[in-house]
């Protein structure tokens, strides 16, 4: 019952703010509207007890990647006279619209009439192991099986952030 | 659930709703009365005994003042900052526990909002949720000081909430040596503080690791935007900073969700690293009801320990500039930070596993 009811408030929620991000003239509003999206994605795994997703979810998107975001738009500045109507695309965007309704379409059709399983339920006794410990689930995996995996994306990580700094200050030396 | 258990939940929140309140009110009081003290001045005494009313006066006077709206204002970002301030800044303390949990029949009730698995990583997503109060409300006043107030304040919890989290992580890491696992739950950080070594030596965290307190407070410092980090409103340079342009009931909501920052954020010092609630109890040579109440007695002591703390910096330190700022935070604290962190692994692997070459 409780989960059902949030779900939709949720659902709602989520589908509002990815609405705001597209229609919204000023691109602080599209970010809060992200913002929106991103939070209650994450009410919605609290309520299936993946607390540690949600936490990610939220740290490394709403706090990281899209305060980054709104850094960048607040810095360049936002003028909200300044795109002009002028078409610059006259087709592109009604092909890609027109796509998009037909794909929609069809997944409702399918999730209406269809009458099969394409993603089958969760078994229900899945849910009470998960309940607390889902980080321990997560991390005995982690540190064991996919050690090597784990490691190589950190390093990855290292390398491409130290390839940032160094472009940077390449670029200032030359400039 | 059935009704008592929600009963139970409300009750929680409630109570943590209404201990902020009431720690907010006696902190704003407390830092004037101390600043004033270091500064030898009086500080307030007119509302109460020892002014200690003033709080509530100076929050009555902000509640009917007329909350006026600039015109030039981005009106949907302007309203909604306040709350994203508060809103925050409340959920930040729903994990941290602030007493022993104690039994009403069969139903043990723990003094806790809520007793999170992840309950560290939340704390981590609320105060990173919490910079975007600043960053909305400089922009959306549409004037220039703000809008420089929360640059600065996006770029600083940017950059102090890597050191943080950082020692956060030392703490983890010894904590696992404490008891079966690791473990990320507030509770369970707090309940394997109990104890002593060698008899007398409380076994806080503080002790094995002192670094990663000092760096931890530095961060708190600088992500509640208190002096010597107040960048964000420096006064001398930039008017209010993001909240110049705020009044009225809107303006007391920012400082609202400051000083429960500051309160939040030395009750996590003291849950991670002054053993939270631990203490002498003196189980059976005092009164039960003493006893009971006890543990929340140590926590808030613990408590304000640190909020005293952040009083007195205040007080003594001058502001850094903004080039200090950025260079403490990612030349300073971030590789002492990871070298602590190195080294404690060390020290816990050597400690588990015995010397390398033995």
Not at chain 1, 27 to 44: F, I, R
Not at chain 1, 45 to 54: K, S
Not at chain 1, 94 to 118: M, Q
Not at chain 2, 128 to 150: D, E, F, N, Q, R
């Amino acid at each position: 019952m409780v989960e059902t009811l949030l779900f939709v408030v949720m659902a709602l929620v989520a589908i509002a703010g990815a609405a705001l991000v597209v229609l919204a003239r000023n691109p602080v509003y599209s970010a809060l509207g992200l913002l929106g999206t991103l939070l209650s994605v994450a009410v919605l795994y609290v309520v299936q007890l993946a607390h540690m997703v949600a936490a990610v979810q939220v740290i490394v998107y709403a706090g990281a990647v899209l305060t980054l975001f709104l850094f960048v738009i607040m810095l360049i500045g936002v003028d909200k006279d300044e795109p002009s109507r002028d078409e610059t695309l006259p087709f592109q965007r009604w092909i890609v619209g027109g796509v998009a309704a037909v794909i929609v379409l069809f997944a409702a059709g399918l999730t209406l009439f269809g009458d099969f399983d394409w993603v089958p339920a969760a078994s229900s006794d899945v849910l009470p192991e998960a309940t607390n410990g889902t980080i321990e689930a997560i991390a005995e995996p982690l540190f064991t099986d996919w050690v090597l995996a784990f490691e190589a994306t950190a390093l990855l990580l290292t390398i491409a952030a130290a390839g940032a700094i160094a472009l940077a200050h390449y670029r200032r030396r030359e400039g | 659930m059935g009704w008592v258990e929600w009963g139970v939940v409300v009750l929680r929140v409630l109570l943590v709703f209404v201990l902020l309140l009431g720690a907010t009110i006696i902190n704003v009081w407390a830092e004037r009365k101390i600043v004033a003290d270091m500064q030898s001045r009086i500080g307030p005494k007119r509302a109460g005994p020892w002014g200690i009313l003033q709080t509530v006066a100076d929050g009555l006077k902000l509640f009917f003042k007329e909350s006026v709206t600039p015109r030039k204002v981005e009106l949907g970002a302007y309203l909604l900052a306040p709350f994203l301030a508060v809103i925050p800044a409340f959920l930040i303390f729903m994990v941290i526990p602030f007493g022993a949990p104690f039994m009403i029949g069969d139903t043990e009730i723990a003094l806790q909002g809520a007793d999170l698995n992840a309950g560290l990583l939340f704390i981590l997503a609320m105060s990173s949720m919490a910079v975007y109060a600043v960053v909305l409300a400089g922009w959306s006043s549409g004037s220039k000081y703000p809008l420089i107030g929360g640059v600065r304040a996006t770029a600083q919890a940017i950059s102090y909430e890597a050191a943080m989290g950082l020692a956060m992580v030392a703490v983890v890491m010894f904590t696992a040596t404490q008891g079966p696992g690791g473990t990320l739950s507030l509770s369970e950080i707090v309940a394997r503080q109990d104890g002593t070594w060698l008899g007398f030596i409380p076994q806080w965290n503080v002790f094995p690791q002192i670094v990663a307190f000092v760096i931890f407070m530095i961060a708190i410092v600088a992500e509640t935007n208190r002096a010597p980090f107040d960048l964000v409103e420096a006064e001398q340079e930039i008017v209010g900073g993001f909240h110049t342009e705020y009044s009225g009931m809107r303006f007391a909501m920012f400082f609202l969700a400051e000083y429960i920052n500051i309160f939040s954020m030395s009750a996590l010092a003291a849950t991670l690293f002054l053993g939270g609630w631990n203490g002498p109890t003196w189980e059976g040579t005092v009164p039960a009801f003493v006893s009971a109440i006890l543990p929340t007695v140590w926590f808030l002591l613990k408590t304000y320990f640190i909020v005293f703390i952040f009083f007195w910096i205040r007080a003594t330190l001058p502001r850094l500039r903004y080039d200090q700022l950025m260079s403490i935070g990612w030349k300073r604290l971030i590789p002492a930070a990871l070298a602590w962190i190195v080294l404690s692994a060390i020290s816990i692997g050597v400690r588990q596993f015995g010397l390398p070459w033995s």
